[in-house]
């Protein structure tokens, strides 16, 4: 693999595999901690979802499209095509999602925390908290996923 192509295109992969990935796998867990209801599970599932954005997602967040606008330079698309520019607004979808999920994940974290410390039950706040974490979840999964696929097939769209 001394070929720098083939070098940029294995870190962009697996910088998607790894946001996709930790996406998906933190979404799991905070969901099935949150449906069981364990307040001491919650507060650590929660803080530990936010480290994996830390050091998982924002990472290949940052990865995906410097090594994506490196490809496009290398392999000469241009960069206005229809299928990279939905790309584009499909990411930024997927971002603009992800960023109040973060805030949400600190704050859920920190009530769970705090109704565990206190032996006190979750408030009415943090179901609030976890309800738009999951209506927020969906369209950056869904973002996500229709990115794979405009990566794969790269249909002129217009």
């Not at 990935?21 to 803080?47: D, S």
């Not at 967040?61 to 090594?67: D, N």
């Not at 698309?77 to 999602?97: D, F, N, Q």
Request: aromatic residues 16%.
């Amino acid at each position: 693999m001394s070929d720098p192509y083939i070098w940029l295109k294995w870190v962009h992969i697996l910088s998607a595999t790894i946001l996709f990935g930790t996406g998906l796998g933190t979404a799991f867990q905070m969901w099935i901690t949150h449906m069981r209801g364990n307040v001491a599970a919650i507060a650590v599932t929660a803080r530990n979802v936010v480290l994996a954005d830390w050091l998982f997602t924002l990472p290949s967040g940052i990865i995906q499209p410097v090594t994506g606008a490196m490809l496009i330079a290398h392999v000469g698309y241009s960069p206005h095509s229809s299928w990279l520019s939905v790309s584009y607004v499909l990411y930024a979808i997927a971002l603009l999602c992800w960023l109040p999920v973060v805030w949400l994940q600190i704050k859920i974290a920190k009530i769970a925390n705090e109704s565990h410390e206190t032996n006190n039950p979750l408030p009415p706040l943090y179901y609030t908290y976890m309800r738009r974490w999951f209506v927020l979840g969906w369209p950056a999964f869904i973002a996500l996923l229709a990115v794979f696929y405009l990566m794969i097939a790269k249909p002129e769209l217009w």
